[in-house]
T-cell receptor
Framework: SQTIHQWPATLVQPVGSPLSLECTVE??????LYWYRQAAGRGLQLLFY??????ISSEVPQNLSASRPQDRQFILSSKKLLLSDSGFYLC????????????FGPGTRLTVT | SQQGEEDPQALSIQEGENATMNCSYK?????LQWYRQNSGRGLVHLIL?????REKHSGRLRVTLDTSKKSSSLLITASRAADTASYFC???????????FGKGTRLSVIA
């Protein structure tokens, strides 16, 4: 069966520090991968998605970036965090195809102080 | 915006009652999906309904889709305290576009 891992679960970082959040998927090949951010009590904002290694689509211009160095690995990064980067970050995967049912990881709670 | 909008934003009911949440969207869709999120957790896929379907059932869940009104509803029958969560609708507009999520309905089921 497929599983998705995210780490760390929680993170407190000072403003201006770098960020690296990692997401890995097991049990499937060539998944579509997604990064979302959720502000407190709000909906999901799609940040990046990837349909293959090295292929990244950015939905929202900001100081975050994403990379997909391996088929089942998706990394969210920042060189310098802003206070507004605080939130709940969710990674998700889906199979390629028309249904786009997505499977989510447990999330990372990021607090920028 | 193409984002779906759930209504109501929050809903509080007694255990055993039915809960109905609605979702409206603005453009033609390929399919519509409902997800549940427990506090502080990732989202869990509940049900998918395609644009050529009008109703689907899964256990205590019933989803309807009215493409002429661009709306969908999620009915949870005989609710339980464990159903307390936020519920999101998400739409797929065409073959290769990512899901677009609404802002969600927060459901509280009181025992």
């Amino acid at each position: 069966s497929q599983t998705i891992h995210q780490w760390p679960a929680t993170l407190v970082q000072p403003v201006g520090s770098p960020l690296s959040l990692e997401c890995t998927v097991e049990g499937t090949s060539n998944p579509n991968l997604y990064w979302y951010r959720q502000a407190a009590g709000r909906g999901l904002q799609l940040l990046f998605y990837s349909v293959g290694i090295g292929q990244i689509s950015s939905e929202v211009p900001q100081n975050l970036s994403a990379s997909r160095p391996q088929d089942r690995q998706f990394i969210l990064s920042s060189k310098k965090l802003l206070l507004s980067d605080s939130g709940f970050y969710l990674c998700a995967w889906s199979t390629t195809g028309a249904t786009y049912e997505q499977y989510f990881g447990p999330g990372t709670r990021l607090t920028v102080t | 915006s193409q984002q779906g909008e759930e209504d109501p934003q929050a809903l509080s009911i007694q255990e055993g009652e039915n809960a109905t949440m609605n979702c409206s969207y603005k453009t033609s869709i390929n399919n519509l999906q409902w997800y549940r999120q427990n506090s502080g957790r990732g989202l869990v896929h509940l049900i998918l309904i395609r644009s050529n379907e009008r109703e689907k059932h899964s256990g205590r869940l019933r989803v309807t889709l009215d493409t002429s009104k661009k709306s969908s509803s999620l009915l949870i029958t005989a609710s339980r305290a464990a159903d307390t969560a936020s519920y999101f609708c998400a739409t797929v507009f065409s073959g290769n576009t990512p899901l677009v999520f609404g802002k969600g309905t927060r459901l509280s089921v009181i025992a």
